[in-house]
């Protein structure tokens, strides 16, 4: 136990800052926000329970058979696929198998140079997985900083914080949100590196998967029935109770995007290593995702209200 | 530790929970879950700094973590007093912290558990609705009050001062008032899927909180938000 001296105790009172009782919010505090989402009232596991493991034995039956009944049923319908009994023609086979991998065809204006090397590529690649990893961990943004010239998604992500003054405010939302479909955001594949000659800066062409309107709107209509419960009950219907009833369901019912894009990245090289030059398009997504978002779930609530 | 607690019982700290945490499901046996509220941040407030220091110095960083700075506040009195945020997992450990080091523990005024404190419990909404309405509230002032007496119980198990002993009288509006009311929780882990909830010991169970002399049913609890009491209750009321 340490007793400090008059003029150690004056030193901390003198930096410490001053509130009115009034002024002084208990959940208003943003330090270390990102690690501590319990104190933050924002609980990510929705019961300790796990449901398969502790369902009654009797569900457990019931579902094992229910699984079985569907692999055989599988299994024959591919023996009886397999043995030309039933089938797709070529033709709807190939139109099935298109609708199910939607690329989205962007007109990229491809710029001409020369190709970068393998391990410039496979440095590229590293990159943006990085990048991409720390999106999908939801936090530690101000790494983003030291892998990009100033990071766009990382200052956005300060500006809505810096401007939270309750938890789950519009500010707080808009920066959960961003969190949210940041980490929606996946690497397909690294297609192409250019040399720029002029200007020697590095293009990636690169292949993502990313929220898009499609996916949003299969992901809100499969879960109208939680929205349209919640909300005819005595809750208010104002964006920010809705972005948070949002953000609390994306943490149970799982979101997946299936649509991928070409973008473009730049980047340059500073001491040996890439580093990007504007992230601004991964923002920009991940804004549009959870815009979507919130657009189709108020379509659907003032539909039922 | 002596020399603190003297300090803290003469000056008056205290420890203020503003507000509960949110209500889930905990798993009381193998196929049996109940609803547990969380209590699991609040603050320390003493009008001395070297004081708030002392006690800083104490905390057992394992079981607390501490949220923000201290900071200085002017009370509506005029009186100046210095807080910092805590957060901890386990209540039972900041209640036999508090009691170790005199500290009262208290709660803010405008303390309050309310429908956002159910999101994780969604589904539960209308039973509580129906619970609280037949016990003649309306269902936030029930889980307030259902919270309030199991702390007060929690407090009286440990020896400790209650600030709600004047209260209780009044809280406990009927016969019965906790019979199924949501338990509290003791300490959690997110991390290994474990919580545990704190249940009455006969001594510190105040008269009319539950309608049964003896809680435990052979091995069955008979008392508080268990699914299988929810599904008895209900199953008897579609009967009336």
């Known amino acids: 136990m340490k007793i400090r001296t008059n003029e150690e105790l004056e030193q901390i009172n003198a930096s410490l800052v001053t509130y009115n009782e009034n002024q002084w919010d208990f959940l208003g505090v943003i330090e270390q926000k990102a690690e501590n989402y319990e104190y933050f009232n924002d ?4 019961s300790f329970d796990k449901p398969i493991r502790n369902a009654s034995y009797t569900i457990r039956i019931v579902l094992l058979t229910a699984l079985g009944v569907l692999f055989i049923t599988a299994l024959a319908l591919f023996l009886l696929y397999k043995g ?27 710029i001409t140079g020369d190709k970068a090397s393998t391990d410039e590529r496979l440095a590229v690649n590293n990159l943006l997985s990085n990048y991409l990893a720390t999106l999908q961990q939801q936090g530690g943004y101000s790494f983003l900083d030291t892998i990009v010239k100033d990071s766009n998604f990382n200052s956005t992500y300060i500006n809505y914080t810096n401007q939270i003054q309750s938890s789950f ?13 940041g980490s929606y955001i996946k690497l397909k594949s690294v297609d192409e590196v250019i040399i720029e000659p002029s200007t020697g800066e590095y293009y990636a062409y690169i292949q993502i998967y990313y929220p898009s309107e499609l996916d949003v709107k299969d992901y809100v209509n499969a879960n109208r029935y939680a929205y349209t419960k919640y909300f005819t009950s005595a809750n208010s219907l104002d964006t920010a109770s809705v972005m948070r009833y949002m953000l609390d369901n994306l943490a149970v019912a799982k979101f997946s995007p299936s649509t991928s894009k070409y973008i473009q990245v730049r980047l340059i090289k500073q001491d040996g290593q890439f580093i ?19 657009e189709q779930i108020m379509n659907i609530l003032r539909n039922v209200n | 530790m002596a020399f603190s607690k003297v300090i803290a019982f003469q000056t008056h700290t205290k420890f203020i929970i503003p507000c509960a945490g949110k209500l889930f499901y905990s798993n009381i046996e193998k196929e049996q879950q109940a609803l547990g509220l969380v209590l699991n941040k609040g603050y320390f407030e003493s009008p001395s700094l070297q004081d708030l220091l002392v006690l800083m110095d104490e905390l057992n960083i394992n079981l607390f973590i501490r949220v923000g700075n201290i900071d200085r506040i002017i009370k509506k009195d005029k009186s100046i007093v210095y807080r910092q945020r805590i957060y901890f997992k386990s209540l039972l450990q900041l209640l036999i912290f508090l009691k170790q080091n005199g500290i009262i523990l208290d709660i803010a005024d405008t303390f309050k558990v309310t429908i956002n404190n159910l ?19 309306d269902i936030e002032t029930y889980l307030t009050d259902a919270c309030k007496i199991h702390l007060h119980c929690l407090l009286t198990s440990l020896n400790m001062y209650s600030v709600f002993r004047n209260q209780i ?21 997110i991390k290994q899927h474990t919580s545990s909830l704190f249940i009455e010991p006969k001594s510190s169970i105040v008269p009319g909180m539950f309608s049964y002399e003896e809680i435990y049913d052979k091995e069955d609890l008979k008392i508080g938000y268990t699914l299988a009491n929810i599904e008895k209750y209900f199953a008897k009321e579609k009967q009336r």
């Open chain 1, 43 to 46: 609980m990510r596991d929705v």
């Open chain 2, 119 to 137: 999101l994780n419990v969604i589904d539960e909404l209308p039973k509580l609705e129906y619970i609280a309405h037949q016990q003649g509230v």
């Open chain 2, 169 to 189: 009288p009044r809280l406990i509006r009927r016969k019965g008032y906790l019979d199924l009311a949501p338990f509290l929780v003791s300490s959690y882990s």
């Open chain 1, 276 to 294: 990007i030059v504007d992230d601004s398009v991964f923002t920009e997504l991940a804004i549009q995702g959870y815009s979507e978002c919130i």
């Open chain 1, 84 to 110: 030309g009994l039933i089938g797709l023609s070529d033709k709807a086979y190939q139109e099935v198998k298109e609708a199910a991998n939607i690329n989205e065809q962007d007109t990229l204006q491809v």
């Open chain 1, 169 to 181: 405010d519009l500010n707080d939302c808009y920066a959960r949100a961003l969190r949210a479909f």
